[in-house]
């Protein structure tokens, strides 16, 4: 059975320390998606980045950057000089591609709060 | 804009009633998604669409539950004869096949008084 865990229900830091929000996985296929999403008060999912199972180089985006290590079967979120427009509940997700259907599982989310 | 659109955004309705929500994919995605969110949890898998044909469905999606997409574009979700236990953000999504990449709209949230 496909699994995520996001172990940390809500994180508080003030604006500009660094933070990340952890991601543990379980999964029997060979071949697979992670994913991070943020969710603002909206509603709204924003996808923020998909990583195969078969890249391991870590990535980085602006203030954004990921960490994937098929060892520990984590895929880990950084933000740097956080913002307050970075609160949100930020959610990884593992996708179950050998029927075709890329449908996701979701962890529990993260609630992030950036303290001005 | 062109991403997943929801409609309605809101809905209050009655215990017993029948709700009907509407999402229009982005244009040239094939595969259309519905998932449901509660209240702190992620959002969990109901069932996907690739074109007009449902390729399956969760067991969460019990048989008050309906979901079409005439002609491969827009869809609905009907829920029939609404129980307290339907209150949820209702989430739908659309993706390119092969692509691997799912982009949500901003959810129906339903709330069954």
């Known amino acids: 059975a496909q699994k995520v865990t996001q172990a940390q229900t809500e994180i508080s830091v003030v604006e500009k320390e660094d933070v990340t929000l952890d991601c543990v996985y379980e999964?029997?296929?060979?071949?697979?998606?992670l994913f991070w999403y943020k969710q603002p008060p909206s509603g709204e999912l924003v996808f923020l980045i998909r990583?195969?199972?078969?890249?391991?180089q870590n990535e980085i985006s602006g203030r954004y950057s990921w960490n994937f290590q098929k060892s520990t079967s984590s895929f880990n979120f950084t933000i740097t000089a956080s913002q307050v427009v970075d609160s949100a509940v930020y959610f990884c997700?593992?996708?179950?591609?050998?029927?075709?259907?890329?449908?996701?599982?979701f962890g529990t989310g993260t609630r992030l709060t950036i303290i001005p | 804009d062109t991403g997943v659109s929801q409609d309605p955004r809101h809905k209050i309705t009655k215990r017993g009633q029948n709700v009907t929500f509407r999402c229009d994919p982005i244009?040239?995605?094939?595969?259309l998604y519905w998932y449901r969110q509660t209240l702190g949890q992620g959002p969990e898998f109901l069932t996907y669409?690739?074109?007009?044909?449902?390729?399956?469905k969760s067991r969460l999606l019990s048989d008050r539950f309906s979901a079409e997409r005439p002609k491969g574009s827009f869809s609905t979700l009907e829920i029939q004869r609404t129980e307290q236990g339907d209150s949820a953000m209702y989430l739908c999504?659309?993706?390119?096949?092969?692509?691997?990449?799912?982009?949500f709209g901003e959810g129906s949230w339903l709330t069954v008084v």
């Open positions: 999964t029997r296929d060979t071949t697979y998606y």
């Open positions: 669409f690739q074109n007009e044909a449902q390729l399956e």
């Open positions: 244009s040239e995605h094939n595969r």
């Open positions: 999504a659309s993706s390119l096949a092969e692509v691997y990449t799912i982009y």
């Open positions: 997700a593992l996708s179950h591609t050998n029927s075709g259907n890329e449908k996701l599982t």
């Open positions: 990583r195969n199972s078969f890249d391991e």
